[in-house]
């Protein structure tokens, strides 16, 4: 797991609306090494949804986002149902080179927003060096 902990992108806010039968919808205020973004995005849940909302801020920074390649969501065992939930994300960048990243929160949904949130400081701060 990728340990370093860059802070080039800030999540200020978010807002994820999910309702059954119908597409989810975010809207996302980030902060991008002292700018500030607002998107929106759609998808098969809310998950989906705040990556299409990030990937439309991306591309002014010249960062594309790895390839998801697995996704695991845990609760600790005999959890109560207020129990932290890790997510742990493996990535695939343009170079082939695979890391894994993780989020911890009570919501299943923002742990993965927030594992997301690593890869990108983490792709962010590799194109900074270049």
Do not use: M
Not at 31 to 44: F, M, T
Not at 48 to 53: G, L, N, P, T
């Amino acid at each position: 797991l990728e340990s370093t902990d860059f802070h080039h992108i800030k999540l200020l806010d978010c807002s994820i609306a999910s309702r059954l039968n119908q597409e989810a919808v975010v809207g996302i205020k980030v902060d991008i090494n002292g700018r500030v973004h607002e998107s929106v995005g759609s998808g098969n849940g809310g998950f989906d949804a705040f990556i299409d909302a990030v990937k439309k801020v991306l591309p002014e920074y010249h960062v594309i986002l790895p390839e998801l390649i697995d996704f695991e969501v845990q609760i600790p065992r005999g959890g109560n149902t207020n129990a932290l939930t890790e997510c742990i994300i493996s990535w695939q960048d343009d170079k082939g080179k695979q890391f894994k990243t993780r989020g911890l929160h009570a919501n299943q949904v923002y742990a993965s927003v927030k594992a997301a949130l690593r890869a990108i400081n983490i792709v962010l701060h590799g194109a900074g060096k270049s």
